[in-house]
């Protein structure tokens, strides 16, 4: 089975201050590895995901996420926030191949401070 | 157009009653599932269908019930509420499992007095 850690449960953080989110994983075999995002009252949105090759991978609003293997990670970094960035942030396992489930951390808040 | 959406968007209601929540996708995606949202915001799968065929089931008590009339549906009964199941439901979809994106929607927000 797979598990997903979130340490940070809320992450407060000045505008344009950069940010990480940690997240860790377990799991006996390989790997997807997916953050999502969920905005106040809304569902969650695949922010950026890792399925193979580069470790390093990167969402089309500056956020980006390493993959770790040794040190079973896939923390999410940003070098400047915005207000527009608060919300709630889900890291997400899944086993490779096939019709296999996702489990989701339990959450970090992002707070976005002016 | 709402890509993935579900009716109705908040439900109230008593203990013991029935109700139901569906979901409507038009992505032409195969793949579609319900998840619970508890109070603390922890996402867990409840159900998943592939091609209406039932392919996760997780360990939730037999008083839920998904249906999928079709790929595009997936709708969710659930008898005799309980204080509990007081919740944010979301369903989501995708083409494939596994490494493919989820699409979620909106979220139907539960609760049960």
């Known amino acids: 089975a797979q598990s997903v850690t979130q340490l940070d449960s809320q992450v407060p953080v000045f505008e344009e201050a950069p940010v990480e989110l940690r997240c860790n994983y377990s799991s006996s075999v390989s790997v997807y590895l997916f953050w999502y995002v969920q905005y106040p009252n809304q569902g969650l949105q695949l922010l950026l995901k890792?399925?193979?090759?580069?470790?390093l991978v990167e969402s089309i609003n500056g956020f980006e996420a390493e993959f770790n293997k040794s040190q079973t990670s896939f923390h999410l970094r940003k070098p400047s926030v915005h207000i527009s960035d608060t919300a709630e942030y889900f890291c997400a396992v899944s086993p490779s191949g096939g019709y296999q489930k996702v489990t989701f951390g339990t959450g970090t808040k992002l707070q976005v401070i002016p | 157009d709402t890509a993935v959406s579900q009716t109705p968007k908040y439900l109230v209601t008593q203990m013991g009653n029935d109700k139901s929540i569906k979901c409507e996708q038009n992505l032409g995606h195969d793949t579609m599932y319900w998840y619970k949202q508890d109070s603390k915001k922890f996402l867990k799968i409840m159900f998943s269908y592939n091609n209406k065929e039932l392919i996760i089931n997780e360990t939730v008590p037999n008083r839920f019930s998904p249906k999928s009339p079709d790929k595009a549906h997936l709708n969710l009964h659930i008898n005799s509420l309980e204080l509990g199941d007081s919740a944010v439901y979301f369903c989501?979809?995708?083409?494939?499992?596994?490494?493919?994106?989820?699409?979620f929607g909106p979220g139907t927000r539960l609760t049960v007095l």
């Open positions: 890792y399925l193979s090759g580069s470790t």
């Open positions: 989501a979809s995708s083409q494939g499992g596994g490494a493919n994106t989820q699409y």
